[in-house]
């Protein structure tokens, strides 16, 4: 079929239409999770340990969710209806964050422990992850879909689509960290749930640019589409009370340190191995001996995936703490906040994405380009780097004032982005060339899943860096420090044993 829609810039019109609904999206999303911890930790209370915990569990929650938005919308409401339904939950989830914010603020700057505002704030959390769930997969797949097939331009298509999302974060790590720190809590969650209607209202309007190409399947009854609305309620109200639940469970607290882990975290490790099961299965369906070798080595690169981004999320949780508690944050003569250092890595993902965009061809056209293996083993080493130098950073603070400059942090986001650069955009393409085609939604469903296992050993990780309180400037920064040696190591010997392994996994898949 022809998608003869109205073009601009050389793409659909509609491609604009996702642009600017997922940068909104993302624009609340990574607005609220700036100001997440901070908020947990000061205005709520929370210890450093139950505030990274709840940060990888919500966060992980909204990267697992979206497998069931995706299949639902395939199913039965199509993708512009979920899209639609997501972003009312999630304008709706943004709202009661800002009002516990604000139903519970007491003078600027002390903190409330008040169990209602708490509750509304965990159910407000559970429709920000459902909400993700219904809008976040079926927005990537419209684009996708307003392309004719083997269209040259889709590739470039995604690439403009993934900066809208770090222009998201960008802007509103900038602007939302600002306006939740500066003018309370409250207000910069209500400006992310804002932004966010607007974007609905927009996606609203410019519908007809999706060229009829998101709409439910044929078959599709009102009475169905209704139950998958309840449904979603039904979810969030799951969700509410998983966020909030721990439980003593023998093996899995064992490897705790014997204390309580989240329900999340078990619910992870039974889904993991039920995906490993249903993968053996796979495997000894009769495929041919080189299909497996694939399968084999895409399923090892979605494994190591979860490692990377257990490392790489330390960003919202402890590296945020660190830029509050220990870092001189005032450059170019602005005083800017903790919340708004997030930006940073939107920025070097704005800013590095050409870049490798510009040099995978060239490396190809030389015969350097590396095996998937070997870019994610680069991916763990550059992410390796990136806590060597905040561990070194934390180790030296300035003489004189005690902390630490922001430019080892913007260091530190460019050496990790890198990492994100050769293992994030080359993960889903891996997926899709890798994967033999009968399996491709189930691998890419695995790819985001394992992004959601990544946040929750994130907040796992994280728990290591938490420290009192009261402690001192110096006792935090040592702290840091050790733990982001600690993780220095896992990123560079992870990264090395990819490298060992490579050369095997080549080998497998060799015909
Ligand atoms: N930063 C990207 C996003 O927010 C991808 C993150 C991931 O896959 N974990 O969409």
Known sequence: ATLAGEQLLGHPKGLFVCFLTEMWERFAFYGMKALLLLYLTKHHLFNDADGYLLLGTYAGLAYALPLLGGILADRFIGMRKAVIYGGILLVLGQLGMAWTGHAAEGVQGQAVQDTGAIQIMYFSLALIGVGVGFLKPNISTIVGRLYPEHDPRRDSGFTIFYMGINVGAFLSSLIVGYVGINYGWGYGFALSGLMMALGLVQFVLGRRHLLGQAEPPAGHTPKAEWLIYAGGVVMTFAVWQVLQTKINFGPLSALVGGHEVTLTELVAVVLGAGLYLWFIKLLLSGISAAEKGRMV??????????????????????????????????????????????????????????????????????????????KFAWGLVFCGLAFAVLAYAAANPNADTGLVSLWWMVLAYFVLVMGEMVLSPVGLSAVTSLSIPRAVGMMMGAWFLFSAFGEIIAGRLGTWAAVPHDASREMALATYSSVFTSMMWIGLVAGAALFVVTPLLKRLTRD
């Open 297 to 374: 080595m895409l399923m090892v690169l979605i494994t190591v995936s979860a490692l990377f981004w257990g490392l790489y999320e330390q960003t919202y949780g402890p590296w945020l703490a660190m830029a509050d508690r220990a870092m001189d944050l005032t450059t170019f003569g602005i005083r800017w906040n903790a919340a708004q250092t997030t930006a940073i890595g939107a920025l070097a993902v704005i800013s590095l994405s050409p870049v490798f965009a510009w040099l995978w061809p060239r490396l190809d056209r030389i015969g350097l380009n590396p095996s998937y293996p070997a």
